[in-house]
Structure formats: structure tokens, C-alpha cells
């Protein structure tokens, strides 16, 4: 017999964690239900930019990171969860069920939890101070951990020849005008609603320059710094490996924070078929499906802590069904 769920209120707090996951443009493209059978994550279509994003790579990755942290919030409620990915193959859309199953949780997972209030999004230049091996090779386990592929990009031509193709990408002609066209419809929509990509870029840059995010060459990747930049990719180009590399991409952005790291993701520059394809055959080792770059640094001495990006309140995205609730 399963055991006993944890009440609503513990599993609404748990929700009120993941929301903090980062998103594609702060889109926050998920749903929630709280049910009998525990908690279900759904996409939301209406959150979903088909121009910029037609292969759903980055709903997913952005679902995906909220899943993990919807697994570590839980964990730091005191409960380890069983999660089902897909589990209704007549619904593309609902993309886990997560039973809190009552065991202990990794401590692991609890400590790890404690990152999520303290990951931002860093465009701004890090630190000359270099990252040191040991650790990045620990980022690259982490992300085998979750069922992803870590590639960490050397300094010099490596680099170079990366940032390179991810300035190809967003040249893309018509693949680029309706990527911007959606960037801007994105940021027109319901100022202040908790999801102003705006809030989430302008004030972030050296210098504060305000402005939209460039469909060019992110910003960030020209600074002269230590910084690493990392690709992370899928071990299956289908929407189980694009979720899974989502939550890989939590799990190495939160794990890098608790190391005192600050990190940037950029999935736009690889927004394009042929770029993807290109970086891949770049990357050592056995056929893997490159889905965001993550840049690692450190914050330079003295930077100042960032600002939390607003989201949207947790009613707007929960439904609760049960004996009390019926779903509507
Ligand atoms: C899948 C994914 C792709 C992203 N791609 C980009 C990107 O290309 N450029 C960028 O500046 N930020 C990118 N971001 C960062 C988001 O803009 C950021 O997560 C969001 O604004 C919320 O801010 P926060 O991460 O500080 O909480 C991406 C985030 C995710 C999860």
C-alpha cells in the first residue's frame, strides 16, 4: 500500500521552490497539479514560444529544471520522491508525476536545496580566478548523474571555435527575425505580471547597461575572464533526453552555486538544427545532442549580490484536485 502523501500545504511549499528554477526568457513555462496520485508538472502551451523554440527544447529544459528542484524542495521537506516521466503517453504535455514517497531523502539533496534561493542568472564579467579542474570534472559527474552529457570547453581554439558557431546561430535570416519578433512579443506581454524578461536581463550587464537581450552573440561571451564555458547535451534527441538534460542543467547550475560558482545559461545561440549539429561533431566521444551552453566563473571580488527575477505567484500555476477540490 503507498504510503501517505504530505499534506497540500507541504507540497504547495515544495512547488514554491521549484518555481525559482530558471526558465527561457523567464517564460515559466510550467503547471502544476496537486492530486491523489501527488504532483503532476504539465508544459504550458501559452507559455511556449513556437518561433523561437519549435522543437519544445526550451520548454523542456526549462520544465525539466523545475523538476529538480521540485525533487530537492521536497527533500528539504524531509521526503525522497518517486518520479514518472511522461507517464501518459496520450498527453505529450504532461511531463512527470512526482509521488513524495515518505523515505528519508539524500542529505546530499537537502544541502543542495539550500542553493536555489541563492542561484542567479551572472551575465556580467567573472573573475580572473580560474575554476579548478577538480571541480568541473565534479560538474561533469553531476551531470551523468541525471542522464546528461557535460562537455567541458577548453580555453583558446576550443573556445573560440564555440563561440564562433553560437554567433552563427542567431544569423540565422528568417530563423533570426522571428526569433527576435518572439523575444519581443515576449517582453510586450503583461509588464509586472512576474514574468517581465525585461526584469530579468536589464540591470544584469557590466555597467548596467539596460536593453533587450541580443539575438546575437549572448552577452557575456566576449568578456575576457576566467570563465568556462560548458555544453551540456541531451543522450537522446527526443523529449525524454531534452527533459532530463533540463534537469541536469539544475542540477550542475545549483550544485555550481553551492560551490560558490556563478553561471550563466544561454540555449538561444543553439537555437538552429545545423548549429547544434556543428557543435556536436565538435565534442569528443559518443553521439550526443548539444542543448545549452553553461558559462562557470566566479563572481569577481566585491560584485554585488544579484537581484531575484520575479515569478509569477504559485495560484496562477497550481490547480488542486481532490475530494475538496474537484478538477474543474
Ligand atoms: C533553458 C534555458 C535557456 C536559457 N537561455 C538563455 C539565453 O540564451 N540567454 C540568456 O541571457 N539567458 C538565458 N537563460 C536564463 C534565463 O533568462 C533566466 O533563467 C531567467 O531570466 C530567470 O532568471 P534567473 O535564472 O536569474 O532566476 C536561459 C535559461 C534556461 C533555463
Avoid at 43 to 57: G, K, M, N, V
Avoid at 203 to 231: F, I, K, Q, Y
Avoid at 283 to 300: D, E, N, S
Wanted: one cysteine or more; charged letters at 20%; aromatic letters at 4%.
Amino acid at each position: 500500500m503507498p504510503t501517505a502523501l504530505p499534506d497540500v500545504a507541504t507540497m504547495r511549499r515544495a512547488i514554491e521552490h521549484a518555481v525559482r528554477a530558471p526558465s527561457v526568457h523567464n517564460a515559466q513555462p510550467w503547471r502544476w497539479r496537486i492530486g491523489p496520485e501527488g504532483i503532476d508538472l504539465f508544459a504550458d502551451p501559452d507559455r511556449h514560444l513556437p518561433a523561437t523554440d519549435p522543437e519544445d527544447h526550451d520548454l523542456l529544459l526549462s520544465c525539466g529544471a523545475a523538476l529538480h528542484h521540485l525533487l530537492l524542495a521536497l527533500a528539504a521537506l524531509g521526503t525522497s520522491a518517486r518520479v514518472e516521466r511522461f507517464p501518459d503517453p496520450g498527453h505529450p504535455g504532461h511531463l512527470a508525476r512526482v509521488r513524495p514517497t515518505g523515505a528519508a531523502p539524500a542529505p546530499g539533496a537537502v544541502r543542495l536545496a539550500g542553493a536555489i534561493a541563492l542561484r542567479h542568472t551572472d551575465h556580467r564579467r567573472f573573475a580572473s580566478r580560474p575554476v579548478e579542474r577538480a571541480v568541473l570534472d565534479g560538474l561533469v559527474r553531476t551531470a551523468a548523474g541525471w542522464g546528461a552529457h557535460l562537455h567541458v570547453v577548453g580555453a583558446g581554439a576550443a573556445r573560440r571555435r564555440l563561440v564562433e558557431l553560437m554567433g552563427r546561430s542567431a544569423g540565422l535570416g528568417q530563423q533570426q527575425i522571428d526569433y527576435a519578433a518572439g523575444i519581443a512579443r515576449w517582453a510586450e506581454r503583461r509588464p509586472g505580471a512576474g514574468d517581465d524578461i525585461g526584469a530579468a536581463v536589464d540591470g544584469r550587464r557590466a555597467g548596467g547597461v539596460p536593453g533587450r537581450p541580443s539575438p546575437r552573440v549572448p552577452h557575456g561571451v566576449e568578456h575576457v575572464d576566467a570563465s568556462v564555458l560548458t555544453v551540456l547535451s541531451a543522450l537522446t534527441d527526443d523529449r525524454l533526453g531534452t527533459l532530463r538534460a533540463g534537469e541536469a542543467c539544475s542540477a550542475v547550475l545549483l550544485t555550481a552555486t553551492d560551490l560558490g560558482l556563478a553561471t550563466t545559461p544561454w540555449s538561444r545561440p543553439l537555437a538552429g538544427p545545423r548549429v547544434r549539429a556543428a557543435i556536436a561533431r565538435d565534442l569528443p566521444g559518443p553521439a550526443v545532442f548539444p542543448r545549452i551552453v553553461l558559462r562557470v566563473g566566479r563572481a569577481r571580488d566585491g560584485a554585488e549580490d544579484l537581484p531575484a527575477t520575479p515569478r509569477r505567484p504559485v495560484g496562477q500555476v497550481l490547480e488542486v484536485v481532490g475530494p475538496d477540490h474537484p478538477a474543474g
